[in-house]
């Protein structure tokens, strides 16, 4: 039982990395699996809704919708790593600044825990919305846009042209993945540019990412490192990825 758990979490983990795979692929990295058990596994994945089949293959669920994925499912994922991140995340904070929070569920756990001081903060993100609906003194304000019904977001051109409109003095984004040859990437082309608006209009850009984001690619790519001030995330980054971080000058928290 182990063993077959073991091998859907390397399909997932392959699909994942690749954004999208042929079977011809799959069959490559586990040539010691008939052809049988593997449409076996895709089916199942595909059902469990970690994967999706396609004709002759199958697709990253992150490529298809986006940041964190299906928001539900993911909150309730790496929960320790989350909470971590957020708290040294709120040490950046300063209050009466203006703030960018991306959505996705890292930035959830960080809305959950910002204190009840004056900011201006403008976030994409329904959940966290809702989480700094509890408090009374921040400024929250919610871009219209188009609705990802699966990670709970906005985005598109109409939030695009009203983040355009503000100076940030701290952009807190979430990453879907990082890989050398890719930079920063998410799963939607439009979620890509804007989160390029936010890194613009922003004097400090944080990252929150943890590292199981590492070494990830996905379709539409937004950053690299010389774009990014500061990495929040949960100490376990592999050291050749710190010592990237420090050639280009990124602080990691």
Request: proline fraction near 3%; charged fraction near 25%.
């Amino acid at each position: 039982m182990e063993s077959m758990e073991m091998r859907r979490d390397a399909i997932v983990q392959l699909i994942n990395e690749k954004g999208t795979v042929t079977f011809a692929q799959i069959k490559k990295e586990f040539p010691n699996v008939s052809e049988m058990t593997l449409r076996t596994d895709l089916k199942l994945l595909d059902e469990e809704k970690r994967i999706l089949r396609v004709h002759g293959g199958a697709k990253s669920v992150q490529v298809i919708i986006g940041t964190d994925g299906f928001l539900n499912r993911k909150s309730v994922r790496n929960i320790p790593e989350k909470q971590a991140i957020a708290r040294k995340a709120l040490t950046l904070l300063r209050p009466d600044t203006t703030v960018f929070l991306d959505s996705g569920s890292t930035a959830t756990v960080f809305a959950r825990q910002i204190p009840d001081q004056s900011f201006l903060i403008y976030t994409t993100g329904l959940s966290c919305a809702t989480e700094l609906a509890n408090l009374s003194n921040p400024t929250v304000m919610l871009p219209g846009g188009r609705l990802n019904r699966y990670s709970q977001s906005v985005f598109g051109f109409s939030a695009i042209k009203e983040l355009e409109r503000v100076h940030f003095d701290q952009a807190f984004l979430g990453v879907t993945g990082y890989h050398p040859s890719t930079g920063f990437s998410c799963g939607i082309s439009d979620e890509a540019f804007l989160k390029q608006t936010a890194i613009r209009q922003s004097e400090k850009v944080v990252a929150l990412m943890d590292s199981s984001k590492i070494n990830v690619k996905c379709s539409f790519s937004f950053g690299t490192l010389s774009d990014v001030d500061i990495i929040v995330s949960d100490g376990k980054l592999p050291e050749e990825f710190l010592l990237e971080c420090k050639r280009y000058g990124v602080e990691v928290l």
